[in-house]
């Protein structure tokens, strides 16, 4: 489906399009798929037909979905371990064959990190955001009737998971809202609740992700020592060893994981997640409904998240694995492209899809 926003209404329509005529697997079935890769890309394009569907009910404003489909298809990137840039090759092969070893664990170990992270989330929201659609599509419930509908499609009570309840009730109030600021303000709650929620359970992923080349560096050179060298001398040549290592480890890490961890690939941008959410095309910060906030629960999530209080100014995070700096430009990055359409786009090709649907990694992702 494609989606297209007609004037003067407000609702997406939609178009049948050739992605719609290849099969599209269960999340269940895609859960069970065992090669990591293959995994990420139904991942991926399952998050883009879930956010194609509930615009269909948003209009212009992009739920969670949507962005999911891009940090999943940057994922990919890392869970593929593909081909390193000419620069950081060009680092590791002056480093030397020990630090180049290391950097080629610790690259497997964030694939897998990363991997378990990206099934992680899906596994837990996609379930629930496929039944919120099913309902919404079925017809539109009442307002009346929200907390019992949240109950009847399987969203997580309020003590348990109060973020995913919080974020689904959002959307369902923001469905039903027929003032344009108002919904766009709902729904950039919703992805915040969403958002955070997903952060919290991504964050020991990311910090052993974002650790990966130290911890190899220390556990290298200690085995090492262990096996050549007395005991009482462990420690202490252990120490300086891992000291000296770590001076060339820690320049090849810094150029790898800002490649691989600090870049988020959007259509049209590639977004450097140390330096500010930069500006839209037409330099303001955030779409006019967005401004101003006016909502108390999109307010409260703001004071908490946006340490930029609303400018995005220093919204870039030094530190990815601090869950309250990785927030800051989530939040600001959220509430800049809710509306931009470009969004939607497919992340993958018609033919790049019927390879997925034979079992296959295409070619080029």
């Known amino acids: 489906m494609e989606l297209i926003a007609r004037p003067g209404n407000d609702r997406a329509e939609a178009r049948t399009d050739s992605n719609a005529s290849v099969p599209r697997p269960s999340v269940r079935t895609i859960l069970a798929i065992e090669d990591p890769c293959l995994r990420n890309l139904w991942i991926t394009q399952t998050y883009a037909d879930l956010g194609r569907r509930l615009s269909l009910q948003l209009g212009v404003d992009h739920s969670w979905c949507s962005f999911a489909v891009w940090a999943s298809n940057t994922a990919g990137v890392s869970i593929r371990s593909e081909e390193l840039p000419a620069p950081l090759t060009a680092v590791l092969r002056d480093a030397g064959s020990h630090v180049n070893a290391l950097a080629a664990e610790s690259v497997e170990q964030v694939s897998t990190h990363i991997a378990h992270g990206n099934t992680l989330v899906f596994a837990e929201l996609a379930p629930i955001f496929v039944r919120f659609i099913e309902r919404f599509e079925l017809d539109t419930p009442a307002r009346e009737t929200l907390e019992e509908v949240l109950d009847e499609i399987g969203v997580p009570i309020e003590p348990v998971e109060?973020?995913?309840?919080?974020?689904?009730?959002?959307?369902?109030?923001?469905?039903?809202?027929?003032?344009l600021k108002i919904r766009a303000e709902l729904v950039l709650a919703a992805n915040i609740s969403a958002v955070l929620h997903e952060q919290q359970k991504l964050q020991q992923d990311i910090a052993?992700?974002?650790?990966?080349?130290?911890?190899?560096?220390?556990?290298?050179?200690?085995?090492?020592?262990?096996?050549?060298?007395?005991?009482?001398?462990?420690?202490?040549?252990?120490?300086?060893?891992?000291?000296?290592?770590?001076?060339?480890?820690?320049?090849?890490w810094e150029h790898l994981a800002t490649r691989l961890l600090m870049t988020l690939d959007v259509p049209g941008e590639t977004l450097k997640l140390a330096r500010?959410?930069?500006?839209?095309?037409?330099?303001?910060?955030?779409?006019?409904?967005?401004?101003?906030?006016?909502?108390?629960?999109?307010?409260?999530?703001?004071?908490?998240?946006?340490p930029t209080n609303g400018t995005a100014v220093e919204s870039g995070a030094a530190d990815w694995a601090d869950l309250h700096q990785r927030m800051g430009y989530i939040v600001n990055l959220f509430r800049s492209r809710q509306q931009c359409a470009t969004l939607g786009d497919a992340p993958f090709s018609d033919d790049q899809l019927r390879a997925m649907a034979g079992g296959r990694v295409p070619d080029s992702v």
């Open 162 to 179: 109060p973020l995913v309840r919080r974020a689904f009730r959002l959307y369902y109030l923001a469905i039903l809202e027929t003032d």
């Open 208 to 252: 052993l992700s974002l650790d990966a080349c130290v911890i190899d560096v220390a556990e290298r050179v200690e085995a090492e020592c262990e096996r050549h060298l007395p005991a009482s001398f462990v420690h202490r040549i252990v120490d300086a060893a891992v000291e000296h290592s770590l001076c060339h480890a820690e320049l090849v």
């Open 276 to 306: 500010d959410v930069p500006r839209l095309p037409d330099g303001r910060r955030f779409p006019d409904a967005l401004v101003e906030v006016s909502q108390p629960e999109l307010a409260e999530l703001l004071v908490a998240w946006d």
